[in-house]
């Protein structure tokens, strides 16, 4: 398989503290890997380093091979907030880094149906529920038709209800869209149930393997493995 | 350590169908036309209780007319004022604020701008205009007097100084409050400083900056009132000045109650202007 994002930190620090170091973590095209930890480890710090959006540290990202020199439109990012900007319309978020008016239209409507808000096109976000809002920004993340998603714990915002919806929207638009997918994550059973790969951040990386897709909610391949993420944490 | 069930390289995954969309429950926004009604008479209630009894008191020979003079007397006043040029003295001190509101706004937005875009500006600047902001404004008439003569020029100068720190204030702490997260977002999307500013700094920063130009209008009638006590032949402060002289207190009256009503009239345009102008935002009310 070809490695799609390759991302390699020799040392990440804030002032003295080193958040990381000697931490490379390569995604294969087309797969969906999550990467947990306790709070504090490094998880956001490592999903910025690969967005582009963090340019001071130690290391090298490459994207298909290429070294990244900051944000790409080839990587699209979602944050643990939906961040549409208030005074803007959902289209208009989505279509937020447009400068072509009929296919913006086309790319829009197209996206907003995706993600089932075809129907709030001219609302403004304060008219949204938060998951409605979560969904809008999944869909301005798809707008420059990136070949990576980068998600920071998108959907721990919103209720038990909703997550699972938006867990399955992500599934669905990550393989209409042939996405390499990374996303951080404090909930394990998410990131079983999402992933292809599942990277424990504790210092350094330990990989799981939830097993072969479509999965199920909850089963017990899921238990044992879930007991052994936990194990590994010493929780 | 490392644990594997299974080996997995699909991504192919079956989603489930995306939910049907529920529609979005809009929030009421702005009154209903009754509760618009029942909001101004409650407005006009302790005004108009004032009016009445000031004038039953007047009238009652509680209080002397020369010194407050009763609301109908006022009226009458204004009355023969009309016949004696009240237009030109309204049209003076309009034409005033709007001259020295216009520039003193215009140059805080560009300056406020770049205080709140640039830290090197913020150094350079602030600190002064921190210092100028704490000087009354009767501080500085002599200075413009002196510069300046007695024309218009002072009192226009006068009058875009006080609109100028408002706004300054408004737009400079409102750009440097933007949140960071949407600055983050708009990184992603690799604009320009200029496009960074005109589309997002700008329209996050809307709130303070009218709030600012609001407060900026205000006190430009404030400080009309002042330039033209010291040296006016025309304008409301003008007939302030001669009402004093004359001892003739129901022209004093007549003329702050057309302060008060013009300036009411001139926030209500700017109340009605940020109100459509935010109408994205979510606020109380």
Redesign the interface.
Known sequence: ?TIALDIHVREKRYDARVVLRDIRLQL?Q???VSLIGTSGCGKSSLLSIA?G?DRNFNGTVALDGKPLQ??SRDIG?I?Q?P?L????TVAENVA??SNNALATQRLVTRLLA???????AS???????GG?AQRAAIARGLFTQPRVLLLDEPFSAVDAFTRM?LQ??L??V??QHKLTVLLVTHDIDEALYLS??VVLLDGGL??????????KRGDM?AA??KA??LA?LHV | ????????????????P??????????QHGDAPGQRMRRTALGLLLPATALVTLELLVRGGLIPANLLPAPSQIIDTLRDLGTQNLLGHIGASTLRVAAGFASGAALAVLLGAAVGLTRHAEALLDPTFQALRAIPSLAWVPLLLLWLGIDEAPKIVLIAIGAFFPVYMGVASGIRGVDR??I??A????LSAVGLTR??LL??A?PAILTGLRNGLSLAWMFMVAAELIAASKGLGYLLSDGRETSRADIVLAAIALLAILGKISDSLMAAIEKRSL????SYA
């Open positions: 398989m294969q087309g797969e969906v967005s959006l900051g944000v990012f944050f907030e961040r900007f208030p005074w803007l937020f880094d995706e993600v089932g808000l075809q129907e709030h609302a403004l976000p304060k008219q949204l529920s409605q919806k399955d929207l599934l669905k990550a393989y292809d790969r330990t990989e799981f393997h939830p097993g072969p897709a479509p999965r391949d044992r493995l052994g993420i590994s | 350590m490392s644990s594997q069930l299974a080996a997995s390289s699909s991504p192919a995954l079956a989603p489930a995306p939910p049907a969309a529920a529609p979005a429950a809009p929030k997260k949407l983050e977002v990184r992603l999307y690799r589309r997002v329209p996050a809307l109408a994205w935002r979510d």
